[in-house]
């Protein structure tokens, strides 16, 4: 994995500059013992226009995470309003391995229709906090770079069930080749959900959900990454013990637009947002920042250089 098209001058500007690689690669590489904080605000919106039954959807936040959250039970019109605070630690154990633990806070605005008079509702939660790794492949000559990550929840509050640790558990990996200005990646995912018991005390088994996302990240130049791609999302439906299954598997495939900016040699920012395309009437909007702390390792295309010397 070569860098053709790497220009001179950065090699005459070595003191302060970012890495001239797509910086969406900054999410799929490990720095040994060093910390990575991630900070991120979503805007997720869904609304439904039909008699729908109390069920669970998924709001998507990207690189094949979930978060499974209740869709109200609506005789006409609903619609809902959540805004997601995320915050994780990642820390290297080697160049290779890496592990963290991320978190999400949700408040949500709520407007539906009951007996044929509007209501509304509002609720802020801790959602859930995760406990996760990955694990890159990188350096062979033969295939392509590629990670493998996987999470538990350690901690799930999803409303209208009781909370529970161990509930859920997603597994994954992403696969990526570099071609300087250009970065292409596919990631899948598959998230198990196990079974549940609502604030009734009535046993639920929310589906499991099974994402495929395909992205491709072109490097305008060393400190703006636009990306594109497109994602498909398939889950199972959920099966309540005393009316067993209310709704059916449901599929959706959406639209993904984003941007990198390197706001210094210590931080990124990104912005996406993904729309649904077919399945569903649902988008987020997400603003993220990612923070290097301690020392900051060699640039990324320092590390590419060496691995293809």
């Not at 999410?27 to 990575?36: A, E, G, I, Q, S």
């Not at 250009?182 to 998230?191: A, P, R």
């Not at 959900?193 to 499991?208: I, W, Y």
């Not at 077919?278 to 640039?299: C, F, M, V």
């Amino acid at each position: 994995m070569k860098l053709k098209y790497l220009m001179p001058i950065f090699a005459t500007v070595s003191t302060i500059a970012h890495a001239d690689l797509p910086l969406t690669v900054e999410d799929l590489t490990t720095d040994k013992n060093r910390f990575k904080l991630d900070t991120s605000l979503s805007y997720y919106n869904q609304s439904q226009t039909s008699l729908a039954p109390q069920t669970y959807g998924m709001a998507d936040l990207g690189n094949g995470r979930v978060i499974i959250l209740p869709a109200p039970a609506a005789e006409n019109n609903s619609n809902t309003d959540m805004l997601i605070v995320g915050a994780g630690l990642r820390y290297g154990i080697s160049d290779s391995w890496e592990v963290g633990v991320r978190g999400n806070f949700v408040h949500t605005a709520e407007r539906y229709t009951i007996d044929q008079k509007p209501n509304q509702s509002n609720n802020r939660f801790l959602q859930d906090i995760y406990l996760g790794m990955q694990y890159s492949f990188k350096d062979n000559k033969k295939f392509p770079d590629s990670l493998l990550f996987a999470e538990i929840s350690a901690y799930d509050n999803t409303q209208g069930l009781r909370s529970k640790s161990g509930s859920s558990v997603l597994v994954g990996g992403t696969v990526y080749t570099i071609n300087d200005p250009i970065v292409l990646s596919l990631t899948g995912s598959y998230q198990y959900n196990g079974n549940r018991k609502t604030l009734h005390n009535t046993a639920v088994d929310l589906g499991d959900v099974l994402a495929i996302n395909g992205v491709v990240g072109f490097a305008v130049n060393p400190d703006i990454t636009l990306t594109g791609g497109v994602g498909i999302q398939y889950k199972k439906a959920d099966n309540f013990e005393d009316m067993g299954q209310i709704s059916h598997n449901q599929t959706q495939t959406s639209l993904n637009l984003g941007m990198a900016y390197a706001l210094s040699a210590r931080s990124n920012l990104t912005a996406n947002v993904r729309t649904n395309i077919s399945g569903g009437n649902n988008s987020t909007l997400s603003l993220g920042i990612t923070t290097k702390l301690g020392a900051l390792p060699p640039p990324l295309s320092e590390k590419y250089r060496q691995s293809n010397k």
